[in-house]
């Protein structure tokens, strides 16, 4: 608690949790009221909302993060473009719920992930890792008038983790279960999956990336459609094709699957390159766009299938799906399939909101970080010890 900004943790607040995702659709905005920290955290949410992305400026997101264009002044303009797209986002949730901005209290945002490198590489003699997520905080924090948490990644890679997957912390405060072991599957442009053995301590859960999530299956459906569906909306495009078994035993051969955890990937394995090698591999086997979106999709089940079989210390005896992913029921239906005997439903079969359930995290994180209460998960992200994540915009 030296370091702590807040004291009095029964007071309830209002928080504003952030959420972009990598397939940089828009930005989640979560208003939730807090109460407590640390295990005694309680969250109750009250409105939600996704400001979507313009063409213009998803495009412009997906070209930096692939790595080869952009410079300094890219980077430095785009930063505090998003910052004020976040705080459009913020000011469009505060009139939806009707509240001001003067009653929000605190702010977390993830940002936009534009670079992620956990492996180091030789850097100028010496060996450097690193991640890079822009939005900047200041902005959002001068526009709302509280402070703000972002930018989190950082620290965790600092004390030698990988920076992800970040949400394992908040999902034990949140859905710990003395009576079985739960399995937390996000699905989002990447997968990720968070086990939390039945009745667990913190140092007892583990965590990582399953491989893609929507990523490859928002990019078939673009070229399917060519360029009409920015995913496949209902799993529909992949339900018209057929899941083809050459192909899928291809993708099956994946390095990242067989990569013990700690691990995390992103657009920097699965992205344009990726899924050109994919439809290459496709016509050179006569598979047609639909089928290799249908085996695609089969293969988001699969990765989770395989991570859940070969990493996971227990097996989960319930997943609960979210993110984008969990609103595919052919995406839904597969998953199933693949895991027999696991009760396998989403988390508005809970009565929680999927789509909200990273940027709600977001928010306990930066509860937590304002509290000067480690906030990472160390068995899930490879960090030597629990560190206080995010740098805070007063």
């Known amino acids: 608690m030296k370091y702590a900004l807040f004291q009095n943790a029964e007071a309830p607040r209002l928080a504003i949790g952030l959420m972009s995702g990598t397939s940089a659709d828009g930005i989640d905005a979560v208003l939730v009221e807090i109460t407590g920290c640390g295990v005694s955290t309680k969250v109750a949410q009250r409105a939600f909302l996704t400001l979507p992305f313009s063409d213009e400026t998803r495009r412009r997101i997906l070209r930096v993060a692939a790595g080869d264009f952009g410079g300094s002044e890219e980077l430095c303009r785009m930063n505090f473009y998003l910052g004020e797209l976040h705080a459009d986002a913020c000011e469009a949730l505060c009139a939806q719920a009707g509240v001001v901005p ?17 492996d180091a590489q030789e850097y100028l003699g010496r060996p450097v890792r690193g991640t890079l997520q822009i939005t900047e905080g200041s902005v959002i924090a001068e526009r709302l008038g509280c402070p ?18 970040l949400v394992p912390y908040t999902e034990y405060l949140l859905y710990r279960d003395d009576t079985r072991t739960v399995g937390l599957q996000n699905i989002g442009g990447i997968g990720n999956i968070t086990i939390l053995p039945k009745g667990c301590a913190l140092d007892e859960v ?15 459906a673009a070229r399917l459609t060519g360029g009409q569906a920015r995913y496949d909306d209902g799993g529909r495009l992949a339900a018209g094709g ?11 051969k994946d390095p990242y699957l067989q990569t013990p955890p700690p691990k995390t990937t992103g657009r920097e394995v699965y992205g344009a390159a990726y899924v050109d090698a994919l439809c290459a591999e496709a ?32 097996r989960p005896q319930r ?5 984008g992913g969990s609103m595919n029921p052919t995406l839904m239906a597969h998953i199933a399939d693949c895991l027999p005997g696991c009760e396998v439903l989403t ?22 970080t304002l509290y000067g ?9 490879g960090a030597a010890h629990p560190v206080v994540m995010g740098k805070i915009s007063l």
Request: net charge negative; proline share 4%.
């Open 102 to 118: 003067g009653d929000i209290a605190f702010v977390g945002s993830h940002g936009q992930t534009v670079f992620h490198a956990p």
């Open 148 to 165: 703000v948490v972002s930018d989190f990644r950082v620290r965790d890679m600092a004390a030698g983790g990988l920076g992800a997957p």
């Open 206 to 220: 583990s965590a990582f990336d399953t491989g893609p999530g929507n990523m490859v299956m928002d990019a078939l």
């Open 242 to 252: 057929a899941v083809n078994a050459a192909l899928l035993a291809w993708m099956l």
């Open 283 to 314: 016509s050179a086997l006569g598979c047609t766009l639909s089928d290799a979106l249908a085996t695609a999709t089969r293969f988001t089940a699969e990765c989770i299938r395989v991570g859940v079989k070969r990493f996971c210390p227990q």
């Open 319 to 323: 997943l609960i799906v979210g993110g």
């Open 347 to 368: 988390n508005e079969q809970l009565g929680l909101d999927s789509a909200a359930k990273e940027a709600v995290a977001f928010a306990v994180l930066a509860n937590e």
């Open 373 to 381: 209460l480690a906030n990472n998960a160390p068995g899930a992200t």
